[in-house]
């Protein structure tokens, strides 16, 4: 470099502070203010200051040179210079994790790089980062077009158990209704820990990257803790414990905690099995026997028909992608029809007891009139799924058979 180079860059003067009393914010504020291809020559007379300034520039990834230039008094002094790079120095080599779009958000990849790890979507990544393993990277696995949508709505729907529901109305069911009751509610929080654990469980394999839609699902698990949590005491409100859990009922939830593929398991746990549970809520909502069950089934549907909305966005999403995978999706209902053909899927009891909750008493004529509205509930959710199923495009003829096909357990 020659003088006449060194003489036309800007100059800075750090005079006494050390690098070890912040002086390298005042460098570091100096280079950015710099064009690429610039240098920046600094000067300073705190002890010590060379052998700093030389180390910071090394760990900054900064080159820099020494100059001899006139000083004042008619003597010389030693003149840092430092090139400015096109890029900031050691972030030279960083990668961008997506960039804005002309509407200013950040866009979303095709795949996440796993050195992307934890940051911030649009961050810029330090070379060097850890590689973090998390399964789900790819947008077309995992996306929906309106999950920050949905993520929104969900965060304007929450409710406080506390405020939504009037846990001192009146009522006095008789001894049979309220064991129905109690005995639904034990088999629907067994089907909430499902809900809950399924997306819980996607929620630690999801990259980062996606974070609506790690939102939409962070805040359904808070939905079905908040649902298990209003059911349990329902269970308890008139001193009851909760009743009977079958071998089936376990069985076919376990298929879902089995399901490793993200789109599957929405499939069968948000379209059909979420889905058949909103029918159900609804069925509450309308025939329970009391003006708590009925509020509870209330809330709980509301929330239910969203975790519904993302499975079928995202599946829309991606069947639009590939088309392929809807006869895997039927496969699917199919082998988990054959896995539990050999346990009886809903539970006497639960039948029951949803005949005795829409009857309200347990007389001849009710349970009569108890018996159709349950058997018009199986006919409610098989046409709530072979609609569903349509929607994602499969045939009608399929449609009928796999909406008829999907577990007896409901969910
Ligand atoms: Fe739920
Ligand atoms: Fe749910």
Known sequence: MTNKDASSSPLIDIESVGFDAGAHVFVKHALAALEPGQRLRVVGCAPGFEVQLQDWCRRQGYALEWAIEPGPLNGTRRVASIARDTQWGRWRDAMQTGRSDPRGANAVAEHARPDWGLAARGAHVEAGSPAYAFRLASKHEVWADNV????????????????????HVPFDNPPA????????????????????????????????????????????????????EVFTRRIRHNGYEPSLSTAGGQASLKTLLDEP???????????????????????????????????????????????????????????????????????????????????????????????????????????????????????????????????????????????????????
């Open 148 to 167: 920050a949508d949905l993520y929104k709505q969900a965060v304007a729907a929450q409710w406080d158990p506390d405020d939504a529901i009037d846990w």
């Open 177 to 228: 209704v309220e064991a129905a009751v109690v005995q639904v509610m034990t088999y629907m929080v067994e089907n909430e820990n499902a809900a809950l654990v399924v997306p819980a469980r996607f929620l630690g394999q999801l990259h980062p990257h996606y974070r609506e839609l790690q939102a939409a699902l962070a805040i359904q698990v808070a939905d079905e803790a908040r649902h298990v």
């Open 261 to 411: 593929d993200f789109s599957i398991a929405s499939f069968l746990l948000s379209v059909l099995g979420e889905g058949t549970f909103v029918t159900l809520l609804q069925f509450l909502q309308n025939h329970g026997p009391d003006p708590l069950t009925r509020r509870i089934a209330q809330l709980a549907a509301r929330d239910e028909a969203r975790h519904v909305a993302l499975g079928m966005s995202h599946l829309l999403y991606r069947l639009e992608r590939e088309p392929v995978l809807r006869m895997r999706l039927a496969q699917a209902i199919e082998h988990r029809h054959e896995a539990l053909a050999a346990t009886s899927g809903l539970n006497e009891e639960v039948f029951d007891a949803l005949i005795l909750i829409a009857a309200g008493e347990p007389t001849l004529s009710a349970i009569t009139r108890g018996y159709a509205l349950v058997q018009q509930l199986m006919t409610d959710m098989a046409d709530g799924r072979y609609a569903r199923l349509v929607r994602l495009g499969f045939e009608r003829p399929l449609a009928r058979e796999l909406a008829w096909l999907h577990t007896r357990n409901f969910m």
